[in-house]
Nanobody
């Protein structure tokens, strides 16, 4: 069975950090570009970052996308979190970063509040 299972979301204070995990099963992440998206209530989904099949990690502002191929897991490291980062976060795979998503994670809630 093909799955992307997310974990690590929750409540964090402004300025804090979280690391989201996305574990793949039924397929190998090595063969795919990986990306993270987020969606806040009433707003459209936006892409945070994507790394190619050969890419190990990518830094975009306060966020870092990375993969650990031996563990078949991808991560989103979030630092210096702000209230506007509150959203549901999704991991995803595609055949290339500019292409359509092949597999989606179920989503995990991140709430930044004091």
């Amino acid at each position: 069975q093909v799955q992307l299972v997310e974990s690590g979301g929750g409540l964090v204070q402004p300025g804090g950090s979280l690391r989201l995990s996305c574990a793949a099963s039924g397929f190998t992440l090595d063969y795919y570009a990986i990306s993270w998206f987020r969606q806040a209530p009433g707003k459209e989904r936006e892409e945070i970052s994507c790394i190619s099949k050969s890419g190990g990690s990518s830094v975009k502002g306060r966020f870092t996308v990375a993969r650990d191929n031996p563990k078949n897991t991808m991560y989103l490291q979030m630092n210096s979190l702000k209230p506007e980062d509150t959203a549901v976060y999704y991991c995803a795979t595609s055949n290339w970063c500019a292409g359509p998503v092949v597999y989606w994670g179920q989503g995990t809630q991140v709430t930044v509040s004091s």
